[in-house]
């Protein structure tokens, strides 16, 4: 493990900012520690004191049931999550104070109120309602990053309907894939989005997609006001339903079970998984997190730059930032439209005070240079945060400078679709931090570094991540295939919830996460599996076999790289390499396209058949590993642990 040690970067590390512990609700180590062993010592205690901070119709009988791998939460329970992020902070006395502060990539601004947002939300519920949506039912929402993406969402949750975001670069097929899996019964879309400066023809995606898995109605938000075709039977327009609708609309106590959303994530097969959530459990751990993690204050104004495709745009730009009264910055375009700043000039425009965003970005940032952030006064921050990915020490240094000024602290948050809510991370004031590393366990969290029979690590040896208890905000199934969850989590090994993740755990009690251990890649911060990809490419006529691994990749984390056999008498050529690309854009969307094909006559294979991942990986990266790479992936221990993770598989 001495590999490890030397890619420490001298452990530096960065005391609790002053200014923070002094105002913040966690404000030492000491109180850290203290709370910590508390909700270790009576999980249901500490939890059950976070769910008596929000809003019950009825108060539970039992904070937990517990019979692995099912988790009930709150059980008996009766809540409302709409209700929470909106009713219950109109009650509170913040009825007009901005909820969502928006902006669109051609400029234009929308702010609504508590109490504007409350009366859009109860007019859409009351139009879902009106058309025959009932709970339970399966609702898509695939938009842009506007403000009806939230209103849909929070109208679903408060009506009962279970949505299912999809994010708007996903391609046709990916939609079509993913309504019929959840059964879909409504299409929520628009005629469009803008990115860089294009209309990005959602309404058209949809429509290609219905061809194959029809749905009962399609509602069309009208951004861009682009010809769109119209089914008069299936087609509705938002605005029309939303003139007609009532903003008065009572919502409804619904069990603490049930199901919140579903949201589809790569694993290690093929098909992505639909990961459920449900509501009470969910709601505290978004709830409990948001304020403790970015310390929230009332005048805060969060920008979290996630899509509300992803589960950190679900959590912290709609639900967390709402449940604790937060205003949430959304905007719907490219960091580099019109030009590099645009992430800046909207920090110093808005006033953001958080800025939460993915390592893949900030690297961009320091690529196009310092001269961009320093055009603006970002003045307004006070905290900084990363998430999705591992953030290399040198972009974190750059973070704190250029962008934090040297006085804001980095959250680096560790957790997944899965966990619903953050897991690991430092807490401003109270938890000093070191550049790569997510630091400690939230309180109610209890992490471990484990080997494959479920022993604890030795100190900075690489394992494989776990969680030992269960938390609120853990996913309950994978939507139809409840096998496939007990599998995958917690049959791996032997009665802890299995993240995928390698990591290792420092002196100091701090966790670093090195990457998957499985066959999921991250690319810029986005999930995919290497056989969703590899399916795509044996779907065209010319290619027999293929084989997808990850490459570290000094600014998008990774990078896929394929290894493809044609079919015989094929010949081999740029041309055909771009175009099996393409391919793959066109097939999942254009976040999964290869960066490298590598055509090979025969790709190499074990005695018994099977694709030599390993090697193909290590051909893949070279065996030095190129640019600021370090903390990314550790690549000989993660390698290791990966192969372990395949043997084992194997075997199975
Ligand atoms: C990775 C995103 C290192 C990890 C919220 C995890 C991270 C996967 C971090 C989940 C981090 C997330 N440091 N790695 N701070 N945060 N990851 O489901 O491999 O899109 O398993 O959720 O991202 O990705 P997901």
């Known amino acids: 493990m001495s590999d490890i040690k030397s890619v420490l970067v001298e452990n530096r590390s960065f005391p609790p900012s002053r200014e923070f512990s002094e105002s913040s609700r966690v404000a030492s180590t000491e109180e850290y520690e203290a709370l910590y062993k508390r909700a270790d010592e009576d999980p249901e205690g500490y939890w059950s004191e976070v769910a008596s901070e929000l809003h019950w119709h009825k108060t539970w009988e039992q904070v937990l049931h517990w019979e692995l791998p099912d988790a009930k939460w709150f059980v008996g329970g009766e809540t409302n999550l709409a209700y929470n992020c909106l009713d219950h902070q109109i009650t509170k006395g913040l009825g007009d104070k901005t909820a969502i502060l928006f902006e669109g990539e051609p400029g234009d601004v929308r702010k609504l109120s508590f109490s504007e947002l409350h009366a859009e939300v109860c007019r859409f ?37 279970i949505h299912s975001v999809i994010f708007g670069g996903f391609s046709a097929g990916s939609l079509s894939d993913r309504i019929a899996d959840a059964g879909i019964s409504t299409v929520i879309t628009a005629d469009g989005g803008y990115r860089r400066g294009s209309v990005l023809e959602l309404k058209k995606n949809v429509d290609e997609a219905l061809e194959k898995t029809p749905v009962e109605r399609v509602i069309v938000v009208q951004r861009c006001k682009n010809e769109v075709n119209w089914d008069n039977e299936r087609d509705h327009w938002y605005h029309d339903l939303m003139a007609a609708a009532s903003s008065e609309h009572q919502a409804p106590a619904l069990d603490s079970e049930h199901p919140l959303f579903i949201l589809y994530t790569s694993g290690t097969t093929g ?115 990363t998430v999705g990915e591992p953030i290399n020490p040198a972009a974190w240094e750059w973070y704190r400078e250029r962008i934090g000024g040297n006085r804001c602290p980095i959250v680096d948050t560790w957790w997944q679709t899965e966990t619903g809510s953050i897991m690991v991370s430092p807490l401003p004031g109270a938890i000093a931090t070191k550049p790569g590393s997510c630091t400690r366990a939230l309180p109610g969290v209890s992490i471990k570094i484990v080997n494959r029979e479920g022993q604890p690590c030795d100190t900075n040896a690489g394992g494989f991540l776990v969680i030992d208890k269960p938390w609120p ?100 050529s740029d041309a055909l390499a771009i175009e099996l690309r393409q391919h793959v854009a066109k097939e999942i969307g254009a976040l999964a396209r290869p960066e490298e094909i590598r055509f090979a006559d025969a790709l190499p294979k074990t005695r018994s058949g099977k694709i030599m991942r390993r090697l193909l990986r290590d051909l893949a990266s070279g065996t030095k590993v190129q640019g600021d790479v370090t903390t990314l992936e550790d690549a000989s221990v993660l390698s290791a642990l990966a192969a372990q993770h395949d043997e084992d598989s194997d075997e199975a």
């Not at 842009?144 to 993406?149: F, G, K, N, Y």
């Not at 912290?316 to 590099?340: D, F, K, Q, S």
């Not at 645009?342 to 320091?366: N, S």
């Not at 590899?534 to 997808?548: D, F, G, N, R, T």
Request: net charge negative.
């Open 125 to 161: 519920s009351n139009a879902l309602l009106g058309m025959g949506v009932v709970s339970g039912d399966r609702v898509a929402i695939y938009l842009p990053m506007i403000p009806e993406a939230a209103i849909a969402m929070l109208a679903c949750a408060r009506i009962g309907a």
């Open 271 to 385: 098909k992505p998984k639909g990961i459920l959530h449900t509501t009470g459990g969910y709601m505290c751990g978004v709830y409990q997190s948001t304020k403790l993690v970015f310390d929230i204050k009332d005048d805060d104004i969060f920008w979290c730059t996630a899509d509300v495709g992803w589960i950190t745009g679900h959590s912290y730009v709609v639900y967390g930032a709402l449940l604790n009264g937060t205003t949430t910055l959304m905007y719907e375009g490219a960091p580099n439209h019109p030009e590099p700043d645009r992430f800046w000039e909207l920090i110093a425009k808005h006033k953001a005070t958080i800025l939460y965003t993915a390592p893949t970005a900030i690297r961009a940032f320091m690529r196009w240079g310092d001269t961009w952030p320093d055009k603006h006064d970002l003045s307004s921050l006070r905290l900084l945060g």
């Open 473 to 572: 905000s853990m996913l309950r199934t994978i939507y139809g295939d409840h096998e496939r969850f007990t599998k995958t989590y917690f049959g791996e090994i032997d009665g802890v919830y299995f993240a995928g993740d390698g990591a290792r755990c420092d002196e100091d009690g701090y966790f670093w996460v090195m990457g998957r251990v499985d066959d999921v890649i991250n690319v810029s911060g986005h999930r995919l599996s290497t056989m969703e990809v590899e399916s795509a490419l044996v779907s065209h006529p010319q290619v027999a076999e293929v084989a997808v691994v990850a490459k570290p990749d000094a600014l998008k984390g990774q990078v896929i790289v394929a290894f493809v056999t044609p079919m015989g008498g094929v010949e081999t």
